[in-house]
Structure formats: C-alpha cells, structure tokens
C-alpha cells in the first residue's frame, strides 16, 4: 500500500463516518417527528433530499402547532408542514399564522368533506369552454397538468357554471390530488410527490381575451391556491407565448423574486423540445410534440392518463387512507382517554392530601424533611439525564456543523432535474397560474404594488391607443379598398362603352366604304 494510498483511507473513513451520523440524526428526527403515530408501510419513503436541518424545524414547528391545538391528526404531516414552512422561508411566526388561517378556511369552506358533499354536474361543459386536465407524468414522476388558456370562452364558461361552483369544484380537485393522485404517482415513483409540472397554453391570448368576471375568478382560484396549499408548483412551462404576453410579463417579473420566476419558462412556439426533456414523449399528448394520442378516452385532455388509474396502485392507496382514517379515530380516543386519566390523578392526588391532613405521628417537619429528599433525588437524577442528553446533542451538532462546512451542497434534491437549456438567452424565465406561486397571492408592499399599478395601467393604456389606431388603420384601409373596387368597377363600364363605340365605329367606317363603292360603280 502506497503512502497516499494510507493517507486517503482514514479520510475516506472519517468521512463515511460523517455520513452515517448525519443519516442517524436525520433518523432521529424523522421517529421523532412521528413519535405517537403509526406510520404506514405502504407511504414510508426516504427522506433523503430533506436537509436535517428543515427536518428539525419541521419538529419544532410541529410541537407548537400540538400545543396550540392546531394540528388535526389528517394534516401531522411532516411534507406538508415543510410546504408551508418553505412558503414564509421558515419565519415561525408568519408559518404559523399561515397554518391557523388554512385550518380555519378549511372548516368554513368544508374542505376536508368536499369530495363526498358536492357534486359538479357540469364538468362535460365547463371542460369546452376552460379545457384543463392531468394528463401523465413527467420523467420525475410528478403529475403533468395541462390548460389550454387560448381556447377559453369565459362567456359561455360562467353561462354553463357559476364563480362560487367552480371555486368548488377547483377546490375538489386540488383535494383529489393530494388525496388520490400524489400518492399513487409516490407508490409508482417509490418517493414522495407533492408537486406538480403544468403546461399553459397561451396560444391565442391577448390582453382583451379575459373579461371582468373572468378575471375575478382567476385572481380567487390563485388566493385560495396560495393560501392553502402552497409550494405545490415544481415548474411551469408557458408556451405559444406571443410579443404581447412577453412584454406583459417583463413588467410584472420584476416584482417578483428570482427564485420564483426561475420555476416558469415562457417559450414560442417551438417549445417541443423543452417538452420533451423533461416528459417522455409516451405520456406528451400528440399535440405538445410527444406520441400519446388516448384515442379510446376521447382525446389526450378528456383521458386523466396516469398512475392513479392503475387497480393495484390505488389499492394500496385506499389501505394508505384506511389506516390514516383509523389512525385519527385512535387518536381521538386516546386523547379522550387521557383526559379521563387526568382527571382521576387530579381527583387521586386530592383524596391523597386530605388524607396526610388527617394522618396522626407525622409532625410537620417530618413531611418537609421527606419531600426535600425527595425533592432533591429527582433534581440530581434530572440533572444527570439532562448532561447525557446536552452532551449528545452537542456531538451531533459539532459533527453536521463539520459536515455542512466540508459539503455546502450535502443533499442534493432529486428534483432538481431542469438542464442548463432552460437558461438559454432565447428563453424568458417566468412564474403561474394555477397553483399561483406564492409571491403573486401574497400582498406586496403597498409603494410596490403602486408601481405595479401604475406600469400596468401605462401598459394597458398604451394597448389601447394601439388598438384604436389599429382600428382607425383598418377602417382607412376598407374606405381605400372599397375606392379601389368603385374605380375597377368604372374602368370595366369605361372599357365596354369604349368597346361598344370602337365596334360601332368600325361597323359605320364598313357601311361607309361599302357606300363609295357603290357611287364609283354608278358613275
């Protein structure tokens, strides 16, 4: 063995062994997140691209959330609490306030029983007129969403349904996901999937094509969306994005904060091959550039291609439910329970001080003595426990500390898939709909959002005057033709009367010659 080789095997062990204490603190956390609650094998993935440290804070987050009794046993999800978390950049405060304003919507809105209350009749119209859909998933096993924004009539759409139905039925879906399609897309992908890539098809769009009420709606579809269910958009891609949809967003992006607008990519019309990175082209429908053409579901956008139609797969997401549904009903039982418990020690406890009022031979002094020593075991055996316990903790956090600062980058995001050909010059990086991201649904400061305001109403008051001096550019335009189309019309009668003249001349210049033939002859 060589001498560096010896020089690299104690750093290469070192080093591993860095590794497996950081994967044991991560550990930890993670069964202490779920202590005093039944995980299930059929969801239980690694959470190797959480870093320890959002793991730890999801703890603390969620002990808070116990203690102030905002924590349903449906949402003590350590996934979602990090969703919210990452939505206020980890601020406790703002995070927690967040959290207390979706668990009081939700019971106002009864979103936790939507899906068995309300039933949405109309969904084969509202699908003409706002075609929308899942449609497979992509390479990474996120569920691809797709809208065709172009083809949207919002007249005919809110004549077939009304704004608070489809706020309704927006709602259901978004539970039905959560409920039935991220898990499936999980099992199928053999890791946790709570976001989604969307396709927007703007292809069509111009700044008149959304009326008020329109608007209306899409502005309450994105505050519900980035209230409630935050950090649910992986990447967007905006595609047949014309000049006009480009200039729109460079005055809106530079609101925003880079890291939201680096999740959307507005492209032309050659968008195919973006596409195609980052979904196979088997789960593209035909139409974005990929081979799927779902001919026996009635097309691509009717046909909700993907895992969650597999029989095998949503048995085991129905047994997931079950044993969640189960869980909480244990819960309640046992928190119930609890308090009986409570209340016999308080009532034990009472009878127990009554009695050493009436107990005779043990004079006061006596009892002091006997609880100061008491007293004084449980301090030293505390203290004991707690030095163990500092002690450990220290050691764990010396050995991440090293770690972080040997590997800035230590856990990798297995999602974090979008090649360097996204940042091409030739592409605008931007940010969506539906989910919105956080940044848009969130109230901006109120100088920020004046300027917003008025760079808007520039803009919109700029298209305007485009558009008359379009209109006046095409009226002067008809006015010409129709001159144009007068004058032809007087050449062509100019022209056959000029016809008819030359042929009577040439008839009467005939009867002429004949006529002086005639006299020569007679002379």
């Known amino acids: 063995m060589s001498a560096s080789d010896a020089d690299r095997r104690p750093a290469e062990n070192s080093e591993d062994e860095k590794k497996t204490k950081l994967g044991s603190f991560k550990k930890a956390i993670s069964n202490s997140f779920n202590k005093g609650r039944r995980n299930s094998k059929v969801m239980s993935f690694p959470m190797d691209d959480i870093d320890a440290e959002e793991l730890k804070q999801a703890e603390e987050f969620r002990q808070v959330l116990i203690a102030e009794d905002l924590l349903p046993s449906r949402h003590d999800d350590i996934h979602m609490m990090l969703r919210f978390l990452r939505a206020r950049k980890f601020d406790p405060e703002k995070t927690k306030q967040m959290w207390s304003d979706m668990i009081q919507w939700r019971k106002e809105f009864g979103a936790d029983t939507i899906m068995e209350d309300f039933e949405f009749k109309e969904i084969d119209d509202v699908l003409k007129y706002y075609p929308q859909g899942h449609h497979g998933v992509d390479k990474d096993g996120r569920p691809v969403y797709i809208e065709k924004l172009g083809q949207v009539d919002s007249n005919k759409l809110l004549q077939v349904t009304k704004m608070e139905r489809y706020v309704k ?142 029989p095998e797969i949503m048995k085991m997401v129905h047994s997931y439910a079950e044993e969640r549904e189960a869980e909480a009903k244990s ?140 209109v006046e550019k095409e009226l002067k335009l008809k006015a010409a033709l129709d001159r144009v189309n007068a004058l032809e019309k007087e050449l062509t009668e100019t022209k056959k009367t000029l016809d008819d003249t030359r042929i009577k001349q040439e008839e009467l210049l005939a009867t002429v010659g004949k006529e002086k033939k005639f006299s020569l002859f007679c002379w």
């Open 169 to 310: 039925y927006h709602v259901r879906e978004f539970e039905r996901t959560f409920v039935h399609k991220f898990p499936a897309c999980s099992i199928a992908a053999k890791k946790h999937i709570d976001q989604s890539t969307t396709i927007l098809d703007v292809q069509g769009v111009g700044f008149t094509s959304l009326n008020k009420s329109a608007r209306e709606l899409i502005q309450c579809l994105q505050k519900v969306d980035g209230d409630n269910y935050p950090e649910t958009l992986n990447r967007m891609f905006i595609i047949n994005a014309g000049s006009g949809f480009r200039l729109l967003w460079n005055t809106v992006k530079s609101f925003l904060d880079p890291k939201t607008t680096a999740k959307i990519n507005v492209l032309g019309s050659s968008y195919q091959s973006k596409l195609l990175e980052i979904i196979e082209a088997s789960e593209l429908p035909e139409f974005l550039g990929g081979s799927c053409k779902c001919a026996d579901k009635g097309g691509c956008m009717l046909s909700d291609k993907g895992p969650w139609n597999d």
């Open 331 to 470: 819960s309640s039982k046992t928190t119930s329970g609890n308090m009986d418990s409570s209340n016999k020690e308080s009532n034990k406890e009472a009878g127990e001080k009554e009695s050493e009022k009436t107990e005779p031979g043990k004079t006061e002094s006596a009892k002091n003595e006997e609880s100061s020593k008491t007293e004084s075991d449980k301090n030293e055996s505390g203290k004991k426990e707690s030095g163990k316990m500092e002690e450990k903790v220290s050691e764990e956090e010396k050995t991440i500390s090293e770690h972080v600062m040997a590997h800035p980058y230590p856990h990798p995001r297995s999602d974090s898939v979008c090649s360097d050909a996204f940042l091409e010059a030739n592409d605008i990086q931007i940010d969506h709909l539906s989910p919105v991201p956080e940044e848009l649904s969130t109230p901006m400061g109120s100088e920020k959002e004046e300027k917003l305001r008025a760079a808007l109403t520039a803009l919109e008051q700029q298209l305007t005057e485009t558009k008359q001096a379009e």
